[in-house]
């Protein structure tokens, strides 16, 4: 039976590049001479999160555009960044922001995908799997519809289409 998965997974090694590089921009720009602005980037495990770390609520500000910059000189998605968290204090005059980088389909868009693909009437069924969402069919042509519905109701995650089988 024909299918694909629907899956929300960045290039992390162009995530990482992009980090890498806004680190050194931010080494070599004369407006963060002697500050502490930096990009720190922690893997654990399947969790991702980027802490950006600068000496006021402007600084931080600048350094995400300039992380953002790169991200898309690089290709990746901003859509992947929640930066919906806060501006924190650490300590002094220093400031963070912790931003998280979604991996996987959360339960909520696993949901909403799922109630695309039955309400359109398409001959597939959409079955959530861990975090991704298995999308099944009888015919190739009817999966070809399902994902051009995907890509087109879904505007607010970049999802990406993998694994198709026969």
Known sequence: MPSFDVM?????????NAVEQTNKEVG?????????????LSEKGETRELMLYADSDF???????????????????????DDSAKVEKVGGDK???????????DSELGRKIQQLVKQSK???????????????????????LAIALLRREIADAPIKFDNPRD
């Open 8 to 16: 929300l997974e960045p290039n992390f090694v162009e995530l990482r």
């Open 28 to 40: 070599t720009r004369f407006d963060f001479k002697g500050s502490s602005a930096k990009v720190d």
């Open 59 to 81: 600084q931080i500000g600048q350094v995400k555009d300039i992380l953002l910059a790169k991200l898309a000189k690089r290709g990746v998605d901003v859509r992947f960044l």
């Open 95 to 105: 400031v963070r922001q912790p931003v998280k980088v979604k991996v996987g389909i």
């Open 122 to 144: 398409i001959k597939v069924q959409a079955a959530i799997q861990g975090d991704i969402v298995r999308v099944s069919g009888t015919k190739r042509d009817d999966l070809q």
